[in-house]
């Protein structure tokens, strides 16, 4: 199959230009700084006048839930969403059940996903206070890193032994990506709001519980101790101005994500979204939002992910201690930073380098997350100045919701390749197509 792209302003590598892309079988076999190029010999001319092609993206913070959750999600219906986003490669974190802390739990995953999974795939190996010693073992070019929960959200993950964070850190061959929260300052600050606002405070309580000390003394700690090991250090979610004062600016051995939704809200939607932005670690303040702002402008935030982690709306209810914590957003994840583009909170070429270059850098990613002669052709193209609605009916995720829903955005995803197959075109996900399992190193 020969694909040709063309009229696109093409996105990549920070440079903004004409030209168009032909696509030979599933990856890029040129690209051409002009409008047109002949189409004579081409099985599909893309007309993507109006529009931009970036590079897919690559979330690399996902829950898809499966197995053992798979009422609130799936690897099918997720990586449907992920397509229809935009997103052509994702890592899911191993808190399912059974956890992905087994070489054998990380192979069901993968057999999983080889059959079910729209868009490019890779799993996270867990650690847990006694596993270490399977780090040898682990197939360095089929996965991402190793997944360290220093402040377990969900899965009775946490891992909370000096002696067996010194071991992980020590014996990591490959990057470590830690949630970072302290889970007594948590314990301390969830018994004294139980005592001042009831069993279940309001979950605009929820950044006092789970606090700025919380997630700064536990990112002080991951930093210390990759530090003294030598070790590949990448810090999930950042939440706060003052974490940033402990990461340095990219490329570095210590490297952070911020997510979309901590990039977007802030603790003054509770008031309108409640349960539905609970997520740990919490949505902090407005001064917090705009220093994370600054940071994927100055190279302290290293890459954008969504830590899409659907729940069903019945889990939902309650407060700080009974909604389950998690959003949806991998679906509206690229529209919704396009969003802050316009807002001039960071330029297109900014965003692509953090969500699709930097991703593909910082996990060593073979072959993808640019646009390249000869690498994977995956590929979003998106259009600007398209008011449209986000209504339920298009959603795609198992759990049937969004926080983004009756938001009106302007730019639409027309169109994701992956692996040079429109996986997603016309608002509708060719759910036949099965992703690649992501190779590294």
């Keep these: 199959m020969r694909t040709v792209i063309q009229g696109a302003t093409i996105v990549n590598e920070g440079n903004t230009f004409d030209g168009s892309i032909v696509i030979e079988g599933t990856k890029i076999s040129k690209i051409v700084k002009e409008n047109t190029i002949p189409e004579a010999d081409a099985d599909e001319v893309i007309d993507a006048s109006g529009c931009f092609v970036i590079p897919g993206v690559i979330d690399d913070h996902v829950h898809f839930r499966e197995p053992g959750l798979t009422e609130k999600a799936d690897i099918e219906s997720e ?12 890592f899911d974190m191993p808190n399912t059940i059974p956890q992905t802390t087994t070489i054998e739990a990380l192979e069901e995953k993968f057999a999983i996903a080889s059959k079910k999974s729209h868009v490019n795939y890779s799993f996270f190996f867990g650690a847990t206070n006694d596993n270490a010693d399977l780090f040898e073992k682990l197939d360095v070019h089929g996965i991402p890193g190793i997944k360290l929960f220093m402040g ?197 070429e900014r965003l692509v380098e953090l969500m699709c270059h930097n991703p593909a850098r910082l996990f060593e990613v073979r072959n993808r997350g640019f646009i390249r002669e000869g690498f994977q052709a995956d590929l979003v193209i998106i259009r600007p100045n398209t008011g449209w609605v986000c209504t339920k009916d298009i959603i795609q995720s198992r759990c049937g919701w969004s926080p983004m829903e009756g938001h009106m955005f302007l730019w639409r995803v027309e169109r994701t390749l992956c692996n040079g197959h429109s996986v997603y075109r016309d608002g509708k996900v060719d759910t036949e197509y099965i992703g690649q399992p992501v190779v590294f190193r």
């Excluded at 990586?79 to 994702?90: H, I, K, P």
């Excluded at 974490?243 to 008031?271: C, G, N, Q």
């Excluded at 100055?298 to 959003?327: E, F, Y």
């Design 79 to 90: 990586s449907r969403a992920a397509a229809a986003g935009g997103v052509t490669s994702y």
């Design 152 to 348: 377990s959200s969900t899965g009775n993950m946490l891992v909370d032994r000096r002696e067996s964070l010194e071991r992980i850190f020590a014996s990591a061959r490959i990057l470590i990506m830690a949630h970072c929260e302290d889970t007594e300052i948590i314990n301390r600050n969830m018994a004294v709001a139980k005592q001042r606002y009831g069993d279940d405070p309001a979950v605009t309580h929820h950044p006092e519980i789970r606090s700025e000390k919380a997630c700064y003394e536990s990112t002080r700690l991951a930093v210390e101790l990759a530090s003294k090991n030598d070790a590949r250090l990448h810090v999930a979610h950042l939440t706060t101005a003052k974490e940033l004062d402990l990461i340095p600016k990219y490329p570095d051995k210590i490297t952070a994500e911020a997510t979309v939704s901590h990039l977007y809200f802030s603790d003054r939607d509770y008031t309108s979204l409640g349960t539905r932005i609970k997520c740990n670690p919490a949505i902090k303040t407005e001064r917090d939002r705009e220093a994370l702002q600054q940071a994927v402008n100055d190279g302290r935030i290293a890459v954008i992910g969504t830590d899409h982690a659907p729940h069903l709306l019945a889990q939902k209810k309650g407060g700080c201690s009974r909604a389950a914590s998690g959003m949806p957003m991998i679906q509206f994840s690229l529209v919704t930073m396009l969003e802050l583009v316009d807002k001039g909170v960071l330029s297109l």
